[in-house]
């Protein structure tokens, strides 16, 4: 079994996970990024996206969104706002919040509100990517 | 001797209130249960997050963002504080909000220039508090476009509020921001706090478990350590702020739940007391009555 490392995935309204990892893929600003034990330290944001990580083998996906991950050789934090995993999403609500977004874009908005919709459709379109990748 | 009437009167006046205080323990218990939640699941991440902000700051090499420039150009009184003071929304809860008050008061007292300090109160009574204090005298003033309410509190919420102060902060209307609230620290315990949100302070040196001062390795920020701050410090705010919300939220109901149910506990003490006062005048005047009747009877017989 390849070396592992300590995994903390920590969301606001939960943790999300702890454990032992052997390989970690996050999405950064610029693309993928692979993590593995006696990775440098350290630290990059996390937009709203993908994540996966491998337990015992074993890949597991979830959908992210906006965060920042700290790494060091022996471990490695995600902080959050919200991580899910594709069988917990709840794609009708995610569906609704996409409408609604878009619905929200046609309007004339001012520029907070436009960034805040386009981060809320971001976040909508991420969720039902993940769990239709992953969950059927 | 009270008049019997009255006393009636005052005992159903007191059941009234008593109904009152009664339902307002059981709403603030559920809805303390639904707080108390939240905290749980909140905390490992408001604690985490503090914790690695400030390993992440241990190791960020010198840079020249914005959010950690204090500023020192700028005198002491003359520096611009902002305060985000977390109150409850109702009254009726105790000391909760006269302790947040009062330190919110005491912490302003401490700064060199009043007039140079801008509040943002969350919740209807410390908004009410300040804004009718900022009238009369030179006090700090109160942001009155600042409305948002500490019931239930949601992430959302807390982004606005953070990108708010932030965007004050880069503005250069504020110079430095704290946020005040009351930390649960056990379920009886609560204690009131600060916390500095901006600027940040860097330190280049920790301390290693045997005290000696080690100069810690720099981290690899990517794409650059401006930018990682950039995206960084607004998450920390947002992050800070919801969960101070959650934790102030909690001590609310939780003083809301023990003041409700002193009051509960002291008004059937206060009946209690009343109906023996009341049943003490009532046979009073039972006696009085006999001894009138007997009295007159007693007068007939000797004519």
């Known amino acids: 079994m390849a070396k592992t490392f300590k995994l903390e995935i920590i969301a606001t309204d939960r943790i999300f996970f702890q454990g032992e990892t052997e390989h970690l893929v996050i999405t950064a600003i610029d693309g993928l990024m692979g993590i593995m034990a006696g990775h440098e330290p350290l630290v990059t944001v996390l937009p709203t996206g993908e994540l996966k990580y491998m337990v015992d083998g074993q890949w597991k996906y979830a959908a992210i969104s906006e965060g920042f991950i700290q790494v060091q050789p022996d471990r490695a934090v995600i902080l959050a706002d919200s991580c899910e995993l594709p069988e917990e999403i709840d794609i009708k609500r995610a569906e609704e919040a996409k409408q609604r977004a878009e619905e929200a874009l046609r309007q004339k908005q001012s520029i907070v509100e436009y960034y805040q919709t386009q981060a809320a459709l971001n976040r909508a379109m991420n969720r039902l990517k993940v769990s239709q990748k992953h969950f059927k | ?303």
């Open chain 2, 1 to 303: 001797m009270p008049n019997m009437r009255e006393i009636r009167e005052r005992i159903a006046s007191i059941q009234q209130i008593l109904k009152i205080t009664n339902a307002m323990y059981l709403m603030s218990s559920s809805k303390l249960k639904k707080a108390r939640k939240s905290l749980d699941s909140t905390e490992p991440y408001f604690y985490k997050l503090q914790e690695t902000i400030e390993s992440v700051l241990e190791h960020t090499p010198h840079t020249k963002q914005l959010f950690f420039d204090r500023r020192s150009d700028i005198p002491e009184d003359k520096r611009k504080k902002g305060y985000i003071v977390i109150t409850a929304d109702k009254g009726l809860c105790g000391s909760y909000n006269h302790n947040i008050l009062k330190y919110a008061e005491q912490t302003l007292n401490e700064t060199a220039d009043l007039s140079n300090c801008y509040l943002f109160v969350m919740g209807q009574v410390g908004r009410m508090y300040f804004q009718r204090r900022s009238r009369n005298e030179n006090k700090a003033s109160v942001d009155s476009e600042f409305l948002y309410t500490t019931q239930n509190p949601t992430l959302y919420r807390a982004m606005e509020i953070a990108e708010l102060v932030i965007e004050k902060f880069k503005a250069r209307e504020l110079d430095e921001v704290y946020l005040l609230y009351t930390d649960m620290v056990t379920s009886n315990v609560q204690e009131t706090r600060t916390l500095r949100l901006l600027p940040f302070e860097r330190r280049h040196f920790g301390k290693a478990a045997d005290g000696t001062i080690k100069k810690l390795p720099k981290a690899s920020f990517s794409p650059s350590p401006e930018e990682v701050m950039d995206y960084l410090i607004p998450q920390y705010a947002k992050g800070i702020i919801y969960g101070a919300m959650v934790e102030a939220f909690c001590c609310e109901q939780q003083s809301r739940m023990t003041a409700m149910d002193a009051a509960t506990t002291s008004a059937k003490d206060m009946i209690k007391d009343l109906s023996l006062m009341y049943n003490r005048a009532r046979q009073a005047a039972i006696t009085q009555e006999i001894t009138e009747v007997c009295g007159g009877a007693n007068g007939l017989k000797e004519d």
